[in-house]
Every structure is written in C-alpha cells, then in structure tokens.
C-alpha cells in the first residue's frame, strides 16, 4: 500500500499551495522537443528576459515565495535573472541540465547530467534539497542516483495528486503481477499535467496544440483546489508555471486572479522545502479489542 500523509498547516489555513516554476527558458525546446529553430530559442528568451522579471514582480506583489525548478542550461545561458531568482529568496530546485529526457539515459548519463547541474547551480550558490525531473518521469536508475546524492524530495511523479507519498519502483511483469520495491526515503511531492500551465496554452507545430483559452487552465486548476479544501485534510496542491507561458499577457492577470482567490479561500503559500519540512504520517492507533468470552 501506498504510504502517503498530510502537510502541517499553519492555523486558519485550508491547503498548502506551492507556485512552481519550471524555469526551462531555452532548453526545452533543445531537450524535451528538438526544436533548436531561432523561432524556439527566441520563446526561450522570452521566457529568460520577460516572462521571469514579470512573474516575479506578481510573486513579490503578494510576497509569496515559490520553487523554481531550474535547469543547469538556463542558469549558465542567462545567469543574470537566474541569481535574481536565488537574491528574491525562492526556493532553487534541481531540474536537470539541457532538460534531457532522463528515462532514456544510460546510468552513467544520468548521473552526468545529475553532477552538471548540480554544478550549475553550485555557480550560483545554490545546493538543492529537492529534485523535479525535466522529463516528469524517471529512469530505472534516478530513485537510487537521487538517493546517493541525498536529495530529501522529489516532485516528478503523478502516485498521488493532493497529498506527499513515499515512491515506489515498479518491476513491470507482462504475465505476472508487477511487484513494487520497498518505499523510498525520499519524499515524493507530486506534480500533475492537469495542473501545468504548459499543455493547455504552448502552440507547437506538429506536436502539442495549445491556444486555449487560459479559462480552461484557471477553471480546471479551481476544481482541484476546491476539492482539496472541502474534502481533504491537510492536502497540498502543487501548481506548475513557466515564464515563457504563464509570463504572457493573457495569462498573468489570470494568475494574479487565482492567487487572489486561493488567499481568499485558506491557502498557505509554501515552498516545496516548507512542504516537506511540515509532512507527516499518521500513525495508525490500533484499539485493543478485549477477548471474547464465550
Ligand atoms: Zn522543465
């Protein structure tokens, strides 16, 4: 069975809320898609040079202090805005170096990679707690590599949606059940395609369609929400922006709207480390049953 548990919430609060921002700027374009077209390095930048300052300008506005999961490439490619992140005091997350799609990777590329951007980040004073995998899924090898470079929390799988869980592998059988490993120590703080802003909005061609309306992400994204307050105990809900989406004109007032209500409505803006420091697991208290008498 899953073993999964709740966040600490602050008094009066109703959910923690974690704003993640996926900061890929060019690379993934380069790792996710191989794309490398000017027209696709220069989403990247905007992303880098205008999205970013504005998405932090909203966070400061409301002084909320979000995850920005942040790719060794972006950092190098454009430090400058990569440290004013770091200087506003958000949280920096490992995410890869070029966004590799790692569950293709040998062992050795994989812990390459891992070492690249954990150097990157090293670049701007930053030694991450926390790991989001640029693909959004593993290897066979990344539980074992992210637990020999001790990273405490993980936010790449979909095992849960609005509560932390201690991941699992899977032994994937076709004529037989799938067997799971023992769980990890490694606190697995879920992310979710529903709640990306990415799928719904990003044209591209031959591949993702995009150009929806943003109502159809904030409406979606308000359902979750609202379920995690009326019907869970101590859930998290773990939003996944990028600035080369969420910085565009039609999206950030938008954001603006649903941070306003998510205030309203009890959220606790936490970072992912705050999540983690705050999780618990209950423990389940066993009545004892007093033996029959027959
Ligand atoms: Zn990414």
Same mark, same amino acid.
């Given at each position: 069975m899953q073993i999964n548990g709740k966040v600490k919430l602050p008094k009066g609060k109703k959910i923690a809320v974690n704003i993640g921002t996926d900061f890929d700027a060019h690379s993934v374009w380069m790792g996710a898609f191989d794309l490398t077209t000017p027209a696709y390095m220069h989403r990247g930048e905007f992303g880098a040079e205008v999205g970013a300052p504005r998405l932090l300008k909203l966070l400061d506005k409301y002084n909320i202090k979000g995850s920005w999961c942040i790719p060794g490439h972006t950092i190098d490619t454009f430090p400058e805005i990569s440290k004013e992140v770091v200087k506003r005091g958000h949280e920096i997350v490992h995410h890869g170096y070029a966004h590799e799609n790692i569950s293709k990777l040998t062992y050795e590329q994989e812990e390459k990679v891992l070492q690249m951007g954990l150097e990157a980040l090293a670049r701007i004073g930053v030694k991450p707690r926390g790991y989001r995998s640029p693909a959004w899924d593993y290897s066979p090898n990344t539980l074992k590599l992210l637990e020999k470079y001790e990273f405490e929390y993980d936010s790449s799988l979909m095992g849960n949606d609005l509560h932390p869980y201690r991941p699992r592998m899977v032994e994937v059988n076709m004529d037989k059940a799938n067997v799971f490993s023992p769980p990890s120590n490694i606190l697995e703080i879920p992310v979710s395609w529903y709640l990306d802003d990415f799928p719904t909005q990003e044209l591209v061609l031959g591949g993702v369609e995009g150009l929806t309306s943003p109502d159809v992400f904030f409406d979606r994204c308000k359902a979750i929400f609202n379920y995690g307050i009326t019907n869970e105990e101590g859930a998290c809900f773990?939003?996944?922006?990028?600035?080369?989406?969420?910085?565009?004109?039609? @999206?950030?007032?938008?954001?603006?709207? %649903?941070?306003?209500? @998510?205030?309203?409505?009890?959220?606790? %803006?936490?970072?992912?480390?705050?999540?983690y420091e705050n999780y618990y697991e209950e423990v389940e208290v066993k009545a004892k049953i007093p033996s029959l008498k027959v």
């Open positions: 773990i939003l996944t922006t990028h600035p080369q989406t969420i910085g565009r004109a039609h @999206m950030l007032p938008k954001l603006e709207e %649903f941070i306003q209500y @998510m205030e309203y409505h009890g959220a606790w %803006f936490a970072t992912l480390e705050e999540i």
